[in-house]
T-cell receptor, first 109, second 116 residues
Framework: QKEVEQNSGPLSVPEGAIASLNCTYSDRGSQSFFWYRQYSGKSPELIMFIYSNGDKEDGRFTAQLNKASQYVSLLIRDSQPSDSATYLCALGGGSKFYFGSGTKLNVKP | DAGVIQSPRHEVTEMGQEVTLRCKPISGHNSLFWYRQTMMRGLELLIYFNNNVPIDDSGMPEDRFSAKMPNASFSTLKIQPSEPRDSAVYFC??????????????FGPGTRLLVL
């Protein structure tokens, strides 16, 4: 079992819709959770981080963390074509840090 | 701030040759990470330094790979001898405050390595 599981997609949503990206993890010792966006041929860039159970909102993005169920999700409201990218879930704890394989999101105009 | 700097940006070499990748972290950041990204395996953490000391090198694939961080502003990842299966994009990332994996990591542009 991989430490971080993500559906590889692609996830296709129409412009203006809500995109929902999900991630499950196996290490209960994980303490920090991140969502990175990676455009093709570019390096990952941070969108959001979350440490506590519940929701965290930043503009059009909302991260949700449920440690009991071991999942973290990212909601993108009012999706734009510029949001089309691969979204990587990542988590850290102790000396370990893991990335998921990413979900490719396509936002259709 | 210039961000994380990596060099070279592209490297093409022949099997058996030594390859050295270089990284300059963001000034003031205490932690440095080396990653490898391929289509098949995704983004893999190779090694993680905190205050110039290697903390976790369990991701280093084999003895052909070695990494050093002689000071707070410079790190190298060396592959000797290189093999075609080492072809990948190698990213360096740094994070502040010494908390390492608990802190946001900032990625460099990557080095695209092709071993023929």
């Amino acid at each position: 079992q991989k430490e971080v599981e993500q559906n590889s997609g692609p996830l296709s949503v129409p412009e203006g819709a809500i995109a929902s990206l999900n991630c499950t993890y196996s290490d209960r010792g994980s303490q920090s959770f991140f969502w990175y966006r990676q455009y093709s041929g570019k390096s990952p860039e941070l969108i959001m981080f979350i440490y506590s159970n519940g929701d965290k909102e930043d503009g059009r993005f909302t991260a949700q963390l449920n440690k009991a169920s071991q999942y973290v999700s990212l909601l993108i409201r009012d999706s734009q074509p510029s949001d089309s990218a691969t979204y990587l879930c990542a988590l850290g704890g102790g000396s370990k840090f893991y990335f998921g394989s990413g979900t490719k999101l396509n936002v259709k105009p | 701030d210039a961000g994380v700097i990596q060099s070279p940006r592209h490297e093409v070499t022949e099997m058996g040759q030594e390859v050295t990748l270089r990284c300059k972290p963001i000034s003031g950041h205490n932690s440095l990470f080396w990653y490898r990204q391929t289509m098949m395996r995704g983004l893999e953490l190779l090694i993680y330094f905190n205050n110039n000391v290697p903390i976790d090198d369990s991701g280093m694939p084999e003895d052909r790979f070695s990494a050093k961080m002689p000071n707070a502003s410079f790190s190298t990842l060396k592959i000797q001898p290189s093999e075609p299966r080492d072809s990948a994009v190698y990213f360096c990332a740094s994070s502040p405050l010494g908390a390492g994996v608990l802190e946001t990591q900032y990625f460099g542009p990557g080095t695209r390595l092709l071993v023929l």
